[in-house]
């Protein structure tokens, strides 16, 4: 049906610019030598402010729905779990950046961001960067599947753009932004039935033509109700229930400079100094138990850049971090304290040998008390007429976090040690090509992959060990972007995914979005599919994780939204919009969900 509505709209007709439609093309994620996206070989996917305005999202899942490579899995609504699998891999090798900074939770029990990905709240101001792959060698630890950047970029003149939205579910969200060339900063406010959220953000541009100098901050603070987990007895399967005893609290909080020296018009130095403080607490109300993680991760971070030529460009860095650990229960008088350092030193080359792009990095790890890491990438490119080739082989590594060394169970009826202090890094490659296709209204892409992760850190027999078990998918990603000259962009992609010990991955996944844009009138349907996967849940028979089975299908959505004058703009957006009842992880997700909202900027 949305292949024949699209077909309908080919007619030739004059429409508004396409150039305000493509995504921008610059990407600062992958390279800190190389920014544009066509002379990297590495898979890199931007989903910019246009397409954000047109969708509405309001979390990070909503966003990036329409990425290949990327399965997204949320346990019931905004209160549940947010897990991001790429090319197969696990949610936690998945990192999440703000505005080129890594947030890393050492108060995570894997140290990965995990325990963030929920509460991440959007505006339609803001942009994505993804970048597939193994990645340490340019972001360092947990980096072995994707790197997931939330960019608010700066305005180009003053304004304040405020926006409320209610609907299903009780929701009430409201949102300003007050940004220039020079500042942003965001207020958001969200609350449900079951969840509370408050995210405040900015930062700001100081300097001169010799210097520049952007202190930043990033802080969330939610309440979510959670809900029971999925379990079999006597061989029957039970579903989650909600349970209002039982909550979990998040206070996260990003902050820290980042510097720029122009020496000359060669040599930069660059300079970052960030402090991430994480204070999670669980409440069971079920059990009477209120545990507390809190965490603290400083990093400083610096490199120097060099532009040899037009040809050679060259980064050398150094990067030090050291983290801590706290875990108390009420009621239990001891607390477990740990603390562990690390730091790296990274290289980059740029090589730039006619129309062949090539970048070429690497980087020494050394985490004190366990084993040392080495990883390096090579990435290409190759433009051919109006196709291109790229290819990228990347290695990664994860270090031992401080919970899988150094943690415990603490109860009332004892502190029970699961930590391993002698654990060593896991290890994973990446590999993929890719061949693209772009003329002015077209662009088409065809990327295979093979994503593997060896010496898995797992908790078997009550302590954190060192697997034997290997992780490997590989598969294929693919897209088609059409532009047409009436007002109508399109958007589908296609994943396949096969492999070894994959939980929580479908064999098959479709995305497809259309945006038709007429005059004051704006209108976006998306519709996703994907096939049958398996969950783990525990078995209360055999006290052993069983596999389940769990059905696929379609999902529909849509948003419209009309400029009543340049200042003022509403919108309604549907999701769920077929009312389908299913499961995903084995938790109930809500049937058709409505919602209605204004924008006002000034």
Not at 412 to 430: A, H, M, R, V, W
């Amino acid at each position: 049906m949305l292949l024949s509505f699209v077909a309908i709209l080919l007619i030739t007709t004059s429409s508004k610019s396409q150039a305000a439609q493509e995504l921008r093309q610059e990407i600062n994620l992958a390279s800190r030598l190389e920014k544009d996206a066509s002379k990297i070989g590495k898979t890199t996917e931007v989903v910019d402010s246009w397409v954000m305005d047109a969708q509405k999202p309001t979390f990070l899942d909503e966003a990036i729905w329409n990425v290949e490579g990327l399965h997204l899995k949320r346990l019931s609504g905004a209160e549940g779990t947010l897990s991001i699998f790429s090319r197969g891999m696990r949610s936690t090798d998945s990192v999440l950046v703000f505005d080129g900074v890594k947030f890393r939770d050492p108060s995570d029990t894997q140290g990965s961001s995990a325990p963030m990905l929920q509460d991440i709240l959007i505006t339609p101001q803001d942009e994505i960067e993804i970048v597939k792959g193994s990645s340490s060698s340019v972001a360092g630890s947990t980096s072995q599947g994707a790197l997931i950047n939330l960019s608010r970029p700066y305005s180009q003149n003053f304004e304040i753009v405020f926006s409320e939205e209610a609907g299903s579910m009780r929701k009430f969200q409201e949102a300003i932004t007050v940004a220039d060339k020079n500042y942003r900063l965001d207020a958001i406010r969200l609350d449900t039935d079951r969840y509370q959220n408050t995210t405040f953000n900015g930062r700001f541009r100081l300097g001169n033509d010799s210097v520049s100098v952007e202190p930043f901050f990033y802080h969330v603070d939610s309440v979510a109700v959670l809900h029971d987990p999925t379990f079999i007895l006597g061989g029957i399967k039970f579903n989650d229930s909600t349970n209002y005893l039982d909550k979990r609290e998040n206070d996260l909080g990003l902050y820290g400079v980042k510097s720029e020296l122009y020496l000359n018009d060669t040599i930069t130095l660059y300079n970052l100094v960030a402090l991430t403080d994480t204070d999670r607490r669980f409440t069971f109300g079920s059990f009477d138990s209120d545990g507390s993680f809190q965490g603290q991760d400083l990093t400083i971070d610096s490199y120097i850049k060099v532009n040899h030529s037009e040809i050679l460009s060259s980064v050398i860095g150094y990067k030090y971090e050291t983290e801590s650990l706290n875990i108390s229960q009420v009621g239990v008088d001891e607390e477990r304290d740990a603390t562990q350092i690390s730091s790296d030193l990274y290289g980059e080359e740029r090589i730039q040998l006619d129309n062949l792009s090539l970048l070429l990095q690497g980087r020494y790890n050394n985490q004190h008390g366990s084993k040392h890491a080495l990883t390096y990438d090579i990435s290409a490119t190759y433009p051919i007429g109006r196709f291109s080739v790229a290819s990228h082989f990347g290695t990664g590594f994860r270090n031992p976090a401080l919970y899988e060394r150094y943690g415990a169970f603490l109860t009332t009826f004892g502190i029970f040690d699961i930590g391993n202090s002698e654990l060593s890094p896991e290890k994973s490659y990446t590999w993929d090509v890719g061949v693209k296709y772009s003329d002015d209204l077209n662009t088409i892409g065809v990327t295979p992959f093979i994503s593997h992760i060896g010496n898995s850190i797992v908790l078997e027999s009550a302590i954190y060990t060192n697997s034997e078990k290997e992780r490997e998918a590989y598969g294929i990603e693919s897209y088609y972007e059409r532009f047409f000259r009436c007002g109508v962009s399109y958007r589908v992609n296609y994943t396949y995914t096969q492999g070894e010990n994959l939980i929580d991955i479908p064999v098959h996944e479709l995305g497809n979005s259309i945006i038709y844009t007429n005059g004051k009138f704006q209108g976006n349907v998306r519709v996703s599919y994907q096939s049958e996967k398996e969950y783990a849940t525990f078995n209360l028979d055999t006290f052993m994780a069983d596999k389940v089975a769990e059905e696929g299908g379609f999902l529909l959505g849509a948003t419209a939204s009309y400029e009543v004058n340049k200042n003022v703009e509403v919108y309604a957006k549907l999701v769920n919009l077929l009312d389908r009842e299913y499961t995903d992880g084995g938790y109930q997700r809500h049937g058709m969900e409505a919602y209605a909202g204004v924008k006002i900027t000034i």
